[in-house]
C-alpha cells in the first residue's frame, strides 16, 4: 500500500462493556479488506483504524463495528446562527460543513437558522466545528449542545440499577423467611409469586442490556462479559421458575441469585463509567485553559471577539489577570506570565517586548498587548492536546497481550463453571438447585473487566498528569520503555550547556585584524542555527563590524560552515574541518590546546584555505545539568555525553558534571550508530537531546527526549518532549513513567489475582452468587480508582525558571 492512500481516523465507539469487546470489534474491523490496524480502547472507548482509502472508506469501517453489534456514537449539536440570508448560502454551508471529516448529517434550517449535525466526537471537536463555521463567515449566536455519550449513559445505567435495586430488595427479603420472618405475608406462597413477578422484571428491563450484548457477541462468535452474566442469571432464573408452579418449591428457590447479580452489576458498570469519566478529565482540563472571549485592539476601539475568530496578526488586549487567549509576540508592556499550564514551571516568567507568549497561560501583573502569531489548530496548545490525544489511543504492546488474554477468557470460564456444575450434580446426588450456585458464582466472579481497565485508565491518567506538568509523551509506549532504560545519552551543546556559548577571545594567526577574523567569520555564519554561530553572530554585532557580502552557504553539520565572502572562500569551524579541507594547522596546534582549556569550544578561521584565526567560546552548563546527571546515577542509570566537540572540552565539561562516559569527535550521521552499539551491548538508551541534527539519534534510542525551549517546541522529534527548557524534566519523565507502569503492574495483578482466588471459592460453594456480583463490581472501580491516584502524581525535584 502506498504511503498516500494510508488513511487514519478514530471511532467513538458505543455499547461496549469489557475486554471481550475489544477482540471482538478488533477481529471484526480487521476482517473487511484494506484495514491495516484497529485498536481499541476500553477505557476512552475509542477505536483507532488505520486503512487504504482505496479499498476501505469510513462507512464500511462503520458498517463493520455495527456488524458486530456496537454502535459508532455521533454526537448532536445546534447551532444558531446569524448570516445565512438565502438558500443559496444554506445549501453552501450544508456541503462545506457536511465535508469536514466526521460530521455527517448537517442539516440547517432556514426558517429559524438553526444548523444541527451529527459529528464522530473523536475526529472533529466543537471547537474545529466553531472554527469552521466562523471561517465561513457565519456568526454563532447560541449553540445548543446535547449532553455527551458519556453522560447519557451514566444517566441510564444509574436508572437501571436504581429499578433493579427496588425490585431486588423485595426479591431479598422474601427469599429468606428464615431471617425477615416478621414481614407481612413472609413465607406465604403468594410471596413466591410477588418474588418471582420482581425478578423477571429485573432479568428482562433492566438486565434486558446484558441479553444484548450477549446477542452482540454471540454474533460474532464470541464471548465476553455479557455472555457470563447472562448464561449464569438466566441458569438461576429458569431453575427457579421451573420451581415455582404449580406449587412453589421453597428449597429450589435462588431468585436473590439472578436479581442480586443484576443489581450489583449495574452498580459496578455505573461506577466504572463514573471514574472512567474522571481518567479522561484530566486532559479535558487542558484544553479548558483556553478562555473562550478576547480582546482585539482595531485601531483605537477595542472589540470583545470569540478566540476562534482571531486572525494571524490581530492586535490582542490582555489585561492582567486574564489569559493569554493565542501564541503572540509581546508588542507592548511588561508582565509576568504565569505559564504553569503549559510547562508546569511554578515560577512565572517575565514577559516584555519581543518575547512570545504562549495561549492559555496566565497575564499576571500588567496589561500586555500582543500580535497573534499561532492560531486555532496551529496554537502551542492545541498542538499539545492533539498530541495527548494520540498518545493515549495507541495501545503499549503489554496492553495487546492482556486484551488477547482476555478475549478468550470467557469460554475458559464456562467451561470451568461446566465442569464444576457436573461436580457438584455428582457429589451431591443430582441436586441440581445446589449445584447450580457454584457454577453460577463462577460465571460472575471471572469477568476479565478489571483486566480490561488496568492498563487503559493507568495511561490516561499518566500521561494527562505529565501533559500538566511539562512533560508530554507521544506514544504510551515511551512510558514503558522509559521505565526500562539503562543508559542515558546526552547531546552536550545546547542539552548539557545552554544553547547560548559566548565568544571570549579572538587571536590572530596572521596580521589580519581580530575585528576582521570576526567580520569574515560571522558573514560566513549568518544563517546557521548552531549556537556557535548565533554567539560568532553576536560578538560581531557588540563590535559593530561590518559583514561582507556573502554566498554559496554550505553549512556541514557537526563540523562548521562553508562561504564565499567578498569573493574569499571561507571555512568556520572544527580543526576536522579544517584538516577535510588540507588547511595546514600544525603551527597554530599549540595555540589551540591552551586555549582548550576549562568549557572552551576553539573555533578555526581559514580565507582561501589559509588559516588566518581562531576564535574561543566560553560554554556555561545549565545550572541543572549537575543535579540532573546525579538523579539519574542515583536511580541506576549509567550517563553518557555523546559530542561532536573534540576530547579535551568535551571532557572538561564531562569532569564538571560528573558524567560516567564520553564519546567525542563523532559526526551527527554517527550519533545513531553510537546508539546502535550501546544497544548491542544490551543497554536500553534514552537520548536527550535539543533537536537540532540529532534527529536520527533521537529516532535510534530505545526512547528519544526532546528539550524544548519552553515556547517553541520540535514536535515532530522524539518520543517524550520536555516542554520547560529545563533538563530536570527527564528526572521527572522517568519518576512518571516508573509510577505508571507500577499502577499498571499492580492492577493487572490485582485483576488476575482477584480472578485466581474467587474462582476456586466459588467453585468450592464459598462464594454467594450475589457477593460474587459484588466482588466483580469492587474490583474494577478499586482498578479505576487506583489508577486515579496516580493525578497526586507531582515532579520530586521542582524545576524553577532557571534560564529567564
Ligand atoms: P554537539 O554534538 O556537542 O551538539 P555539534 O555536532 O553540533 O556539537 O558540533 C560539533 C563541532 O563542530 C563544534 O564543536 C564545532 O567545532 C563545529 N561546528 C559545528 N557547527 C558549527 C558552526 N556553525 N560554526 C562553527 N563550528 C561549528
Ligand atoms: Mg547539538
Redesign the pocket.
Known sequence: MSQDTLRRTVLKIGGMHCAGCIVSIQNSVLRLGGVEKCEVNLASEKAYVEYDSVQADIKSIEDQIRKAGYTVVYQDATFVLSGIDDLVDLHGLEKEIGKTDGVRQVLVNYGNSHMSLQYNPALVSLADLRQKISDLHYKIVSEDLTASAEQVESCTLKRYFLVSLALTVPVLIYSYPEIFGFVPFSGNYLATYFVFACSTVVQFGPGGRFYLGAYRVAKMRSANMDTLVVTGTTAAYLFSAAHIFPTPDWHHLSFDASSAVITFILLGKYLENKTKARTSLTMQKLLEIQPQMATIRNGNREVEVPVDNICQGDMIVVRPGLRIPVDGIVIDGDSAVDQSAITGESTPARKKAGDIAIGGTVNIEGALVIRALRVGRQTLLSQICKMVEDAVSKKPPMQKIVDAVAGRFAFVVMAVSAVTFLLWLVASSQNVGLALIPAVAILVVACPCALGLATPTAIMVGIGRGAQHGVLFKKSQALESLDKIDVAVF?????LTLSRPQVTGILSLDNTKESEIIAVAASA?RY?E?P??KA?TKKSSEIGVVLHDASNFI???????AAKVADRDVL???M??MEQNKVNVSNALDMISNMQEELK???AVSVNLQLVGLISLQEVPRPESGATIQALKEQGIKTVM?????KI??NSVASKLGVDIVIAD???QD?AREIERLQKGGNRVAMIGDG???APALSQADVGIVLGSGTDIALEAGDVILVQDNLLGIVSALDLARKTMQKIRRNITYAFAYNIVLIPLAGLGMLYPALAGAAMAASSVSVTTNSLLLKRWKPKMQATNLHS
Not at 547531546?491 to 542539552?495: A, N, S, V
Not at 553549512?555 to 560552515?561: A, I, M, Y
Not at 555523546?642 to 573534540?646: A, E, I, S
Request: charged residues 20%.
Open positions: 547531546d552536550k551543546t545546547g542539552t555564519e546557521s548552531h556557535i554561530a560568532i553549512s556541514s553539520p557537526g563540523l562548521g560552515v568556520v569551524g572544527s576536522r574541518l569550544i576553539v573555533v555523546l559530542t561532536g566537540d573534540n572540552s568535551a563523532v559526526l551527527p550519533k537540532i541534527n540529532d
